[in-house]
Structures are given as C-alpha cells and as structure tokens.
C-alpha cells in the first residue's frame, strides 16, 4: 500500500498564488483483532504494519515475546488484522472489563486505560569524561558527542517521507555512527512500536543500542524503552518533566534538542 500520494493544491505566497502538484501522507486505519475478539484499532502510516502490531503488543504487555504470537494474517483490504496469541487472553482494560474496540489516535491522547507493571533493576550511569557518557552495564559501551551528532545528520538525511511530505515522525536504531533500522510514522509511538517490533522479530539485542526520534519524549516513550530495555534515547524534540524522572530512575540517558552541533543531556 503506498504511504503518500499527490495532490494538486493551490499555493499562496508573499501575495502570489499558483497551482501545484504537492505529496501528502496517507493515513491508514487498522482495526486489530487479538483472539477472535475486537481489540483496538490504530491510526498509522500504511508501512511496516506487522512490525507496528508487534511492537505495540510488546509495549502494551499484551506478549513477553515475539514466539507468544501464533500468526498475524493481515487483510490491507478491509483494514483488519487477525492476531492468534499462543498464549491466553491477558490483556485489561479499565477495571479489567472488556469495553469494546477501542481507536488509539496517532497523538498524544490513548483511547484506553493501562497499567504499566515495570519490573527493572536501576542502572547506574554517569558521565565519565566531557566527552563521553559512560554506561556502566555488563557489557559497558561509550557514546562520544561526535557520535551522536553523526548518526543525527544520518537520521535527518534518511527521513525520507517526513523530506517529501513533512507529515510523519521518524525513529531509527543505532550502535555507535551506525543506524541499523529507521521507521517512519504518521504517530511517533508507532514509529517507536515499528521499531521496537522490527527487533523482536529479527532478535535484535537493543539493550547495547541508541533509540533516536524526531518526536517529543512523554512518559508514553519513556515506558516502551523501559520496557524494551533501550538505554539511550536521543530526541531532535523536548523531553517532559514526567519523561526526565523515569530516565533517571530506570537508567536511561536521555537527551534532547539533538540538532546541528547542540545537544541537551537531561539525564547521567
């Protein structure tokens, strides 16, 4: 299915008008259906719709893991995707009562109650030098500030849909200079869930990775890293005061206003 689309549309600019052939993003919804039962839908960019159920699956709690899914049939058509737990039915909703299908937007704002039961170890984390930030794990690793600033001009350049349409938000996995996965999304939490299910899929280990997003982190992104285990989160946007506490409290750097040169580090 295509993610954008032509449109002839009138310009105006500095008192001149003019007709021209613009590129605007497609929104796509998709209604999910978890065990012959209606469970949500999603408002998404039509791309990566798998990955997107994985993730989102994944972060909702609603699997531990990429083999708890027994098939997903997706049926662009009529925008519906069949999804065959292998396990029982685990997942609540208010009062643990099934409400019926519910819509989550591609915003801010979630179209359902959850509970986010995160069971993690602190990791202690500081700033070793001026110019590296140490992550003192067990398999400790280093992100040098020429880095960063390296695979945020990467990730710009790749943005493709965003460069033609300005209408999505983009996410992307890196180790060291290196972007391993970009996703790109009408919503910055589906970006983050495209990303997220691409790995589970392809057993990616993403507790040695950095997480870097065109979006704002709220404390909704901020609970998908913990619950995926990313260490790094690296933001072109603003953090929130809520989205600041979870990454000191679980260990994760966090850094914002990641453009050109300038870099924010609100956290170790």
Do not use: W
């Amino acid at each position: 299915m295509d993610v954008k689309q032509t449109l002839k549309i009138l310009q105006y600019n500095a008192g001149s008008e003019k007709e021209i052939v613009d590129e605007v993003v497609n929104e796509f919804h998709i209604q999910l259906i978890v065990n012959d039962r209606k469970f949500l839908a999603l408002l998404c960019t039509p791309k990566s719709l798998k990955e997107l159920i994985v993730g989102f699956l994944y972060t909702e709690e609603i699997i531990a893991c990429y083999e708890d899914i027994k098939c997903i049939n997706i049926d662009e058509h009529n925008e519906k995707a069949l999804i065959k737990l292998n396990t029982k039915d685990s997942y609540k909703y208010i009062d643990d009562i099934l409400c019926g299908e519910r819509t989550v937007t591609s915003g801010c704002g979630k179209g359902r109650t959850i509970s986010y039961p995160v069971q993690s170890s602190r990791v202690d984390m500081n700033i070793a030098q001026s110019n590296k930030i140490e992550i003192n794990r067990v398999e400790s690793f280093q992100i040098d500030k020429a880095e960063i600033i390296k695979i945020c001009h990467m990730f710009n350049k790749m943005s493709e849909l965003f460069l033609t349409t300005g209408g999505v938000h983009s996410c992307a996995l890196a180790q060291n200079d290196h972007i391993l996965i970009m996703e790109e999304d009408i919503g910055r939490h589906n970006a983050l869930d495209k990303i997220i299910g691409r790995a589970l899929i392809n057993h990616v280990d993403v507790s040695n990775k950095i997480l870097l997003t065109s979006g704002r982190v709220s404390s909704e992104i901020m609970h998908k890293l913990i619950k995926s285990k990313i260490p790094v989160i690296v933001s072109r946007s603003a953090p929130t005061d809520k989205a600041v506490a979870l990454a000191k409290k679980y260990g994760i750097i966090l850094i914002g206003f990641a453009r050109g040169t300038r870099m924010n580090v609100y956290t170790y």
